[in-house]
């Protein structure tokens, strides 16, 4: 089918994610035709306290398992273990990793690392209901965001007997401003979508949107699409924004660019 004739053919989309995590997914739906606007609603950098993450790393050979639920995690752990003059590749020779997404999947992949299970679906729950083996007496290292994460795949590891080690790894927080282009084309209410990655995407991005355009931003998004990567985002937007107008599938770009072309077919 020729571009033009795409459903998001010139359709002004926003994205909001970390303004490195954007470049992965705009390329995606620029392929398609759409117009993209960046809204880089949350910046990724050390915890406020490293000690905790370094205590951890410095018995990682002694855990059994490693849980990543994000890119991010596994990105922080190699750039830490590396200041120590380790690599999480050489960790993953004596301890096995476990993975939440395909993203996740893919990022491990490019560290040379394979991961040792991945859950069917891309949820903490999938994780957790199929993991290969009993919790019980299991040493589990947990790196995580060290605000606004679930608990739910460390409760339940304790709940079925193993030792965590849940340590923040990295923190996710909300920048100063939204870009000039992105806020114009709010004003206008010329924006036909808008896609949120996380929870954490969405409660920065009213927090940024706020401060931008007063009380009354809702009402620039009345012809807006408002799409979802998956229910947890779903349930917080519906929160904040009031609705959701459409969630992937399948909890990766490519499902959020699925759910865009479904909404405008």
Same mark, same amino acid.
């Not at 999938?126 to 605000?147: A, C, E, H, K, M």
């Not at 969630?247 to 490519?254: G, I, L, N, P, R």
């Given at each position: 089918?020729?571009?033009?004739?795409?459903?998001?053919?010139?359709?002004?989309?926003?994205?909001?994610?970390?303004?490195?995590?954007?470049?992965?997914?705009?390329?995606?739906?620029?392929?398609?035709?759409?117009?993209?606007?960046?809204?880089?609603?949350?910046?990724?950098?050390?915890?406020?306290?490293?000690?905790?993450?370094? !205590?951890?790393?410095?018995?990682?050979?002694? *855990?059994?398992?490693?849980?990543? %639920? %994000?890119?991010?995690?596994? $990105?922080?752990?190699?750039?830490?273990?590396?200041?120590?003059?380790?690599?999480?590749?050489?960790?993953?020779?004596?301890?096995?990793?476990?993975?939440?997404?395909?993203?996740?999947?893919?990022?491990?992949?490019?560290?040379?690392?394979?991961?040792? *299970?991945?859950?069917?679906?891309?949820?903490? !729950?999938?994780?957790?209901?199929?993991?290969?083996?009993?919790?019980? &007496?299991?040493?589990?290292?947990?790196?995580?965001? #060290?605000? &606004?994460?679930?608990?739910?795949?460390?409760? +339940?590891?304790? /709940?079925?007997?193993?030792?965590?080690?849940?340590?923040?790894? @990295?923190?996710?927080?909300?920048?100063?401003?939204?870009?000039?282009?992105?806020?114009?084309?709010?004003?206008? $209410? /010329?924006?036909?979508?808008?896609? *949120?990655?996380?929870?954490?995407?969405?409660?920065?991005?009213? *927090?940024?949107?706020?401060?931008?355009?007063?009380? !009354?931003?809702?009402? @620039?998004?009345? #012809?807006?699409?408002?799409?979802?990567? &998956?229910? #947890?985002?779903? /349930?917080?937007?519906? /929160?904040?924004?009031?609705?959701?107008?459409? +969630?992937? #599938?399948?909890?990766?770009?490519? &499902?959020?660019?699925?759910?865009?072309?479904?909404?405008?077919?």
């Amino acid at each position: 089918m020729p571009i033009v004739d795409l459903p998001i053919y010139q359709r002004n989309i926003i994205i909001t994610r970390s303004r490195e995590g954007i470049k992965d997914i705009k390329k995606i739906f620029t392929s398609k035709g759409a117009n993209i606007f960046e809204f880089p609603a949350i910046s990724i950098g050390d915890p406020d306290d490293l000690n905790p993450l370094d !205590e951890a790393l410095n018995q990682i050979n002694d *855990f059994h398992w490693i849980i990543f %639920s %994000s890119s991010n995690g596994i $990105k922080f752990v190699d750039k830490r273990l590396r200041y120590f003059n380790s690599s999480l590749k050489e960790c993953s020779k004596t301890t096995k990793i476990a993975v939440v997404g395909e993203k996740t999947a893919i990022t491990l992949d490019d560290f040379g690392i394979k991961a040792d *299970f991945i859950p069917p679906e891309f949820v903490a !729950e999938s994780l957790i209901d199929n993991f290969p083996i009993s919790g019980y &007496g299991l040493r589990v290292f947990v790196p995580r965001v #060290q605000t &606004g994460g679930r608990d739910l795949i460390s409760d +339940q590891f304790r /709940k079925a007997g193993s030792r965590v080690f849940e340590v923040a790894a @990295y923190e996710t927080r909300c920048p100063d401003s939204i870009p000039a282009d992105t806020i114009d084309l709010i004003s206008n $209410k /010329k924006v036909d979508a808008i896609i *949120f990655s996380s929870g954490k995407t969405v409660l920065n991005s009213a *927090f940024l949107l706020e401060k931008a355009l007063g009380k !009354e931003w809702v009402k @620039y998004f009345d #012809q807006t699409k408002f799409l979802t990567i &998956g229910p #947890q985002t779903t /349930k917080i937007c519906k /929160k904040i924004f009031g609705r959701v107008d459409g +969630q992937a #599938q399948k909890y990766t770009f490519e &499902g959020l660019l699925d759910v865009a072309i479904n909404i405008f077919s």
